[in-house]
C-alpha cells in the first residue's frame, strides 16, 4: 500500500465549477499535512497547509481527519489558472532531527473554459 | 522571500563525465533536500541534511554524492550516471528539521538532467 494515496485524474471540469481532491495516508505518526501544486515542468509550491480544524484560503478549503487518515482540498468558483496537478503531502518526522515529505502521486486537474 | 536557486537549469552529460548541481538558499533554513522527479511522477526524497549534516540517504546509489559545504549551499556530485538517471533534480530548504509549521518545504526550480 502507497504511503500516500490520490486519484490521479485527470479531472475536467468547466471554468467555476466546485472540485474536490481525496487523499489518504497510511502512517498514522504523520505529522504535518500539505497540499502542493505543480504546473507543467515547473517545482511544487505550497498551496497550504491542512489542519485538523480545517483551514481557508480564498477559494480553497483544506480538511484533515487523523481519525481517519483522511486529507481533502476543495476549490469553488474553479479559474482556468487553477490547472495544475495537485500534490498531497505529508510530513513524517524520522528522528535525529530529520523530516521527510511524503508525496502522493498527484491528481492532475484541467480547467475548461 | 522564499527562494531556492538551482543551477544549472539543463544538464546534459555522458555517463563518464563527472558534473555537479548546485542549490542556494538565503532564508537562514538548517534544512534542506534533494529531490528526483520522473516524468508524471511525483518527487522522490534522496537525501536530506540538517544543520549541515547528513541525516537521511534513502539508500541512493553511490554515483550520487551529496555534500552540505555550508547552511546555504548544497551541491550534488554526479559520476558514472546511467540514462535512467534522467530526470528533474529539485532541492528544496525548510527553517529546520522538526515538525510543525517550520518544516514548510520550499523547492528551487530544479535542474533537469539527461544522461546520455
Known amino acids: 500500500r502507497k504511503e500516500v494515496e490520490q486519484d490521479p485524474g485527470p479531472f475536467n471540469v468547466p471554468e467555476g465549477a466546485t472540485v474536490a481532491f481525496n487523499c489518504t495516508y497510511s502512517?498514522?505518526?504523520?505529522?504535518?499535512f500539505f497540499w502542493y501544486r505543480q504546473d507543467c515542468r515547473k517545482e511544487p509550491k505550497l498551496l497550504m497547509s491542512?489542519?485538523?480544524s480545517g483551514n481557508e484560503d480564498g477559494r480553497f478549503t483544506a480538511q484533515l481527519n487523523r481519525a481517519s487518515q483522511y486529507i481533502s482540498l476543495l476549490i469553488r468558483d474553479s479559474k482556468l489558472s487553477d490547472s495544475a496537478t495537485y500534490l498531497c503531502?505529508?510530513?513524517?518526522?524520522?528522528?535525529?532531527?530529520?523530516?521527510?515529505?511524503?508525496f502522493g502521486q498527484g491528481t492532475r486537474l484541467t480547467i475548461n473554459p | 522571500d522564499t527562494e531556492v536557486t538551482q543551477t544549472p537549469k539543463h544538464l546534459v552529460m555522458g555517463m563518464t563525465n563527472k558534473k555537479s548541481l548546485k542549490c542556494e538558499q538565503h532564508?537562514?533554513?538548517?534544512?534542506m533536500y534533494w529531490y528526483k522527479q520522473k516524468a508524471k511522477k511525483p518527487p522522490e526524497l534522496m537525501f536530506v541534511y540538517s544543520y549541515e549534516k547528513l541525516s537521511i540517504n534513502e539508500s541512493v546509489p553511490s554515483r550520487f554524492s551529496p555534500e552540505c559545504p555550508n547552511s546555504s549551499l548544497l551541491n550534488l556530485h554526479l559520476h558514472a550516471l546511467q540514462p535512467e538517471d534522467s530526470a528533474l533534480y529539485l532541492c528544496a530548504s525548510s527553517q529546520e528539521g522538526q515538525g510543525g509549521t517550520k518544516n514548510i518545504q520550499y523547492f528551487g526550480a530544479g535542474t533537469r538532467l539527461s544522461v546520455l
Open positions: 532564508m537562514g533554513h538548517r534544512a
Open positions: 503531502v505529508v510530513n513524517l518526522f524520522v528522528g535525529q532531527g530529520a523530516q521527510k515529505l511524503v
Open positions: 491542512v489542519y485538523s
Open positions: 502512517n498514522s505518526a504523520s505529522q504535518s
